[in-house]
């Protein structure tokens, strides 16, 4: 029984029992050189950006992090040859994928906002503390959250580490298994969290992995690194101006 060729969307009903059979016929088949090569960059990758946050170079992290990100996703991709477009480095169907994003900016940027307002009533702390503009103006902050933090980990934790894994079981699109898409929405989002406890050295970054899911399903769902990239920005920037007007 082959599994539906459709993208995921919020209709869709979780895996079914024929498509974990089929998931684990597919295990079996993993191309194992590009699991190797995915685990090995993404470590490197992930310790390098540490090395830099500690080093006496750290003043340059906020420039020099983003680099790594990029090019680890970038160069291994070149040397295959490797096509970019299936890496979400495309703009078609623009419409529809901006429609996409502002649903789901509506539903969890709403739900973030009763949340902090819930923690605040009971006097709580904020789970986790916001990078907030310090000694920088609001709007090199905010066109440093796009334009570097967020294209960046998009570019690498969706584009390079979620294609890749799309990619382990040689299947092509037409007969992606929909289990193996949740898988890859998983294990981005694992690596996505994993990576800012390590680079960051804080345990309740773990957090990460609640929009780090969100994000590996908009890149799913529309196939392009434009939603995520938005949102990813959007996240951080409503995060430390709901933060703000809490404290």
Known sequence: MSCPSSQLSTAESLPTVE???LFGRRLKRLNTSLLIETALVTMAAILAIRLVAVSSISNAAWFVSPG???AAALIPTAIKRGRFAE????????????LVLCRICVIVFSALFVGLWLLKSRGLGLPLRPVSPQGQGWVSW??????????????????YVQTNILRLTNASKSVQCRLWKWISIALSAACFSVAHIIVRGNVLLVLTFLPGLILGWLFIRTRSLLAPILFHGLANACYCLMAA???
């Open 245 to 247: 007007a809490f404290a």
């Open 68 to 70: 790594i990100l990029v």
């Open 142 to 159: 905010l066109l440093y959250q796009f334009m570097y933090v967020a294209v960046a980990e998009e570019v690498f934790f969706r584009g």
């Open 19 to 21: 498509s974990a059979l």
């Open 87 to 98: 890496m979400g480095f495309s703009i078609k169907q623009i419409g529809p994928t901006l």
